[in-house]
């Protein structure tokens, strides 16, 4: 009986003990804490924190906590790009440290449950009575919306809706009409199902195609809960109260991708990591390495964390160009390939993808505005609501493209017999070689116009949609361009770019033996010039448009602009020297053939381009126009671009008029009040390429040596003020001034991680691998 005893124990404390293991080892930690006690600037977070995990998929789990709202948002930045928001009230006679309310989040698990991801952890709350509500279970751009349009500031709704799109309404309305077992069928997946279970309340959501479902348990720890129509209220005896947040989704997870950088960047890692001399900057540089980590998967790179968290072919492209130099080859052809795949029938671009949730928006949105509409409705229809909707209204990603598959072209470290193979892949019996074609013909044609009649009315222009031009490049906010049709940074960059990169291929594809003769592209206008040997002379051409942008000063007319901008914001008089005259490209052109003359820093990803795949350019017209642009980077914000203590602000309007002024302030997102991480690193960047061109090159470079020290110069007070910021890192930042000094802030939108900033890191490796070289 005593050795049964015995064996009995063993056994069971053996399985409890295995149980208590699995316990542990399944509790996950933060990869990244934002902010963080002596690395980010505490007041800048004072009412943000966010946490990044990564669940048992090795998919992104972002939580962020907005304490002026009280927001809590679960980003899943899986296939389907989802969220589960919700927001905490507290009552307000509470004694809270600056009334508000500040949440700590432990004991994060994740694991597989049939076909549902499981994500869980415990809500640590410093009162002992909550109130949540708002609760919202769908796509990333359902919760964006949400806020954007301030709906989480408003009082509690019902518990099963928070928002429901007008759309939704409009078509459930024509579907009760046309198909009532259908309408049925799906009415009630507008509204989440709320259901008591023990000790806490789970609600779930399930799309109107049902193959998505996300669901949401939270139960109460220590205390007890009530369910009213407009909130789940959770009590507890004693602080703090513990809720166990549950969440589900049969979402499909993504591929992680294992090799992100490579050889080279690894060993500058190891050798940065060790000399860095404070714990800040190391903890830093190693956020910047793990958010590479977080954003780029094998079938997506997400543009940022949290509101992006799905592919964006713009933010893919320039990634592949700025890390050129650090990413792994095979990064460079997933990225291409990513690409290819989503490029639409006429060879454009997908700027951005819709999914789950948010694609039944959008296809619900083409259905009520389509013919579509006069015919019966069935299954079929509803079952098609949620397939992936591309976006295709910019225009800068098409002529990207061909930049980023020449530099593919020319990596050294995949074999012509790996890039042959790549080329012979296919997508609906229509190989990768065919599809990047269809981009080069598209490309082809939207210059050719220009070509032909040399005149800018026929340049590169933006889509016209509802009764005005689309701010259809980089700064795609409403006022990105002043209202401009012409577009400065596709017109003078990409398509001289684009088209250089075009030749190239076809020369690399004859000399490969890739047969490119299909009989669709030889009845192309870009086989023909091509054959005719045409290309090269179109080139030249766009190689000069840059005159149809240029912006001339002289004294008197800064002289007068400045004084009244000074003026407009306010501050005090200074000693500024101002300069003779000033030169720089203007943001765009209107209908009527006017420059734009807004002060911009687009210009600074020519010279990046140009050190990867133009120095068969001419080197002096290159060095001049690098010296007027440069110097704009170091002039004092308001009559050039720089702010100390801040950096780069992306553009200065000083040289506009009142009216823009106005519209930025309303819109501030490219505007004057906005440092881009991106255009900084570009501008840094480029610096580093022309004093690495102009210390190695003799021949071209030789008359130019001279001014080697002004662009050190230059480089390290833009580094330096971007450092001095304490927001280098970010995706954008602002500033304000007070008694006439500037002071760094964070912005309000910006994203916690972002491709594009990842470019920090290829910035601290050329600096790297100039100074092993002792050029800088």
């Known amino acids: 009986m005593f050795k049964r005893f015995i064996h009995f124990l063993f056994v069971n404390l053996g399985f409890l003990f295995c149980l208590l293991i699995f316990c542990v080892a399944n509790t996950i930690k933060p990869l990244i804490s934002i902010p963080e006690k002596y690395v980010d600037d505490l007041d800048a977070y004072k009412d943000y924190s966010t946490l990044f995990f990564k669940d048992c998929n090795e998919n992104v789990v972002q939580i962020y906590y907005d304490a002026l709202s009280g927001r809590v948002v679960n980003l899943l930045a899986n296939s389907m790009n989802e969220s589960v928001g919700f927001t905490l009230k507290t009552q307000k006679k509470l004694n809270l440290p600056e009334g508000k309310l500040y949440p700590k989040i432990t004991q994060a698990k994740s694991y597989k449950h049939g076909n549902y991801t499981v994500f869980e952890y415990i809500l640590v709350l410093n009162t002992n009575r909550i109130e949540v509500g708002h609760f919202l279970l769908s796509s990333m751009r359902f919760e964006r919306d949400f806020q954007y349009s301030k709906l989480h500031l408003q009082p509690f709704k019902s518990i099963r809706y928070s928002f429901i799109p007008q759309e939704f309404h409009e078509f459930m309305k024509l579907v009760k009409e046309k198909n009532l077992n259908i309408y049925n069928e799906i009415y009630n997946t507008l509204f989440i199902d709320v259901k008591k279970i023990n000790n806490g309340v789970l ?15 939270m139960i109460i720890e220590n205390g007890s809960l009530k369910v009213d129509t407009d909130k789940v209220v959770f009590y507890s005896s004693k602080q703090p109260i513990l809720i166990r947040v549950i969440i589900e989704t049969n979402a499909k997870p993504l591929t992680p991708k294992k090799r992100i950088f490579n050889d080279s960047f690894w060993k500058f890692y190891e050798d940065h990591k060790n000399n860095l001399k404070s714990l800040r900057d190391k903890k830093l540089f190693e956020r910047q390495v793990k958010g590479a980590e977080l954003l780029v998967t094998k079938e997506k790179l997400f543009a940022g964390l949290p509101n992006f968290a799905t592919y964006f072919g713009r933010d893919s492209l320039m990634f592949a160009i700025i890390m050129n130099e650090i990413i792994d080859p095979y990064l460079l052809q997933d990225i291409i390939e990513m690409v290819i795949l989503k490029l639409n029938d006429r060879g454009e671009v ?3 993808e819709s999914l789950g949730f948010q694609a039944i928006r959008e296809n619900i949105q083409k259905y009520l505005n389509s013919e579509e509409i006069k015919k019966p409705l069935d299954y079929n229809l509803i079952n098609s609501l949620d397939k992936t909707v591309e976006n295709y209204v910019m225009i800068d990603d098409d002529f990207q493209l061909p930049v980023v598959f020449r530099l593919y072209l020319e990596n050294r470290f995949i074999s012509d017999k790996e890039k042959i193979e790549f080329l012979k892949r296919e997508k609906n019996n229509e190989s990768y070689l065919e599809l990047i074609l269809r981009n080069f013909s598209f490309v082809f044609d939207k210059a050719l116009p220009y070509y032909l009649s040399g005149n800018p009315d026929d340049l590169v222009k933006f889509p016209f949609i509802n009764g005005s031009y689309v701010s259809a490049s980089w700064r795609d906010s409403g006022f990105g361009y002043c209202g401009g049709s012409y577009p400065m940074d596709v017109n003078v960059i990409w398509v001289p770019y684009s088209l250089k990169s075009i030749n190239y291929a076809l020369k690399k594809f004859s000399e490969l033996n890739i047969n490119y003769e299909y009989h669709w592209f030889k009845e192309t206008n870009l086989y023909k010039y091509y054959k005719e040997g045409k290309v090269d002379d179109v080139i030249k051409v766009w190689e000069k448009t840059g005159k149809y942008f240029a912006v001339s000063l002289n004294h008197d007319e800064i002289k007068e602009k400045f004084n009244l901008k000074e003026s407009y914001l306010g501050l005090m008089e200074q000693n500024f020297i101002i300069p003779l005259s000033l030169k720089f490209l203007g943001i765009s052109r209107d209908d009527h053939g006017n420059v734009i003359p807004l002060m911009n820093t687009d210009l600074g990803i020519k010279f990046v381009c140009f050190a990867l795949i133009g120095k068969d350019s001419d080197f002096s017209e290159y060095f001049k126009e690098a010296l007027d642009f440069y110097s704009l980077t170091v002039l004092p914000y308001p009559l050039g671009l720089f702010i100390d203590n801040v950096g780069v602000v992306c553009c200065n309007d000083t040289y506009t008029n009142v009216e823009i002024w106005k519209e930025f302030e309303k819109d501030t997102y490219h505007s004057p009040k906005a440092v881009w991480g991106r255009e900084v690193n570009i501008i840094l960047l480029g610096l580093l390429d022309l004093i690495e061109i102009l210390s190695e090159e003799e ?22 003020a971007v450092e001095k910021s304490g927001l280098k890192n970010s995706e954008l930042w602002s500033y304000e001034f007070e008694n006439n000094n500037a002071k760094a802030i964070r912005y309000h939108t910006s994203s916690d991680i972002q491709l594009w900033n990842l470019s920090s890191l290829a910035v601290e490796y050329k600096i790297y691998k100039l100074k092993k070289k002792g050029i800088l």
């Open 350 to 352: 997908s700027h951005e």
């Open 699 to 720: 021949d071209n470079a030789k008359h130019f040596k001279q001014i080697i020290p002004l662009y050190k110069n230059y480089f390290y007070t833009i580094y330096n």
């Open 203 to 217: 609600l779930s959501q399930t799309s109107i195609t049902k193959n998505n479902e996300i669901k949401l348990s």
